[in-house]
Nanobody, 120 residues
Framework: QVHLVESGGGLVQPGGSLRLSCAAS????????MGWYRQAPGKQRELVAQ???????NYADPVKGRFTISRDNAKNTVFLQLNSLKPEDTAVYYC??????????????WGQGTQVTVSS
């Protein structure tokens, strides 16, 4: 059973930084792509950043140049470094991984989320 646990959220002032962590278990971590999504109140969940098994990364336009995704396969952990935070970054941040199954297609797994609030 895949289990993802996020940590590191909190309240930060505009311009500040946070580092989110997601510890994974129940899977061969190095074989799975990992991602971070976020959901603000009243909005749909959106992709923030992804990292492939080979370490290639992809970012949503609003966070390019400010956020950095990385992974430590030895620790089964994926990170999201958030710099130059803005009030519009306020959201619950979710860790994600997925498998692609021939019969069911993509199957997603989610953590419980960690709240990031950017406010003065």
């Amino acid at each position: 059973q895949v289990h993802l646990v996020e940590s590191g959220g909190g309240l930060v002032q505009p311009g500040g930084s946070l580092r989110l962590s997601c510890a994974a278990s129940g899977m061969r971590f190095s074989d799975n792509p990992m991602g971070w999504y976020r959901q603000a109140p009243g909005k749909q969940r959106e992709l923030v950043a992804q990292i492939t098994t080979g370490g290639s990364t992809n970012y949503a336009d609003p966070v390019k140049g400010r956020f950095t995704i990385s992974r430590d396969n030895a620790k089964n952990t994926v990170f999201l470094q958030l710099n130059s935070l803005k009030p519009e970054d306020t959201a619950v941040y979710y860790c994600n991984t997925y498998y692609t199954n021939f019969f069911t297609g993509r199957v997603d797994y989610w953590g419980q989320g960690t709240q990031v609030t950017v406010s003065s």
